[in-house]
T-cell receptor, first 112, second 114 residues
């Protein structure tokens, strides 16, 4: 089955710094999502990004499907960005069955 | 507001006492699913449903039951909970139409079985 690897596993930033999180996947997919799990455990949808680049405020994401990776950029980080960031892809690659495979996540801590 | 709701958000119970965690979505999604999240194991799928009266097992279905009698609701049933079912549970939903597979997650239910 598809393998999803995220890096780095842990990241500590000073407030205001920029960062890049990476998600590699082992097979072709036609959709990919990024989530933020906040310290209270809630999973927040960040991006649905099968390919190309999207931006939402200080966050942006790029997926290069042909090279099987996606990047999440966080600029001017704030303490509220702390938490775990997950990428997820369809188990069967196409998304037709709805099953998602999650990476193990990147734990981000932003210090004031 | 488009959302997935779960209840209860927090639950502490005892071994063997049947419980139900409800999940409801207001987006008319065909697909619904339950996941559990455990430290070191990540998010794993328990059961999913492609539409009303259509359900199937995910990766870790043992000890759980589901039903899909209405499109908006997808309850998770633990007939005889055990301590190894202590976990954080998420319900999710999405369309299954062409090209629109973005999944939306509920706020989570923290279950402790003593």
């Amino acid at each position: 089955g598809i393998q999803v690897e995220q890096s780095p596993p842990d990241l500590i930033l000073q407030e205001g710094a920029n960062s890049t999180l990476r998600c590699n996947f082992s097979d072709s997919v036609n959709n990919l999502q990024w989530f933020h799990q906040n310290p209270w455990g809630q999973l927040i949808n960040l991006f649905y990004i099968p390919s190309g680049t999207k931006q939402n405020g200080r966050l942006s994401a790029t997926t290069v499907a042909t090279e099987r990776y996606s990047l999440l950029y966080i600029s001017s980080s704030q303490t509220t960005d702390s938490g775990v960031y997950f990428c997820a892809v369809p188990r069967d690659g196409s998304g037709n069955t709805g099953k998602l495979i999650f990476g193990q996540g990147t734990t981000l801590q932003v210090k004031p | 507001e488009a959302q997935v709701t779960q209840n209860p958000r927090y639950l502490i119970t005892v071994t063997g006492k049947k419980l139900t965690v409800t999940c409801s979505q207001n987006m008319n999604h065909e697909y619904m699913s339950w996941y559990r999240q455990d430290p070191g194991l990540g998010l794993r799928q328990i059961y999913y449903s492609m539409n009303v009266e259509v359900t199937d097992k995910g990766d870790v279905p043992e000890g759980y039951k589901v039903s899909r009698k209405e499109k908006r609701n997808f309850p998770l049933i633990l007939e005889s909970p055990s301590p190894n079912q202590t976990s954080l549970y998420f319900c999710a939903s999405s369309y299954t139409g062409s090209g629109a597979y973005e999944q939306y997650f509920g706020p989570g239910t923290r279950l402790t079985v003593t």
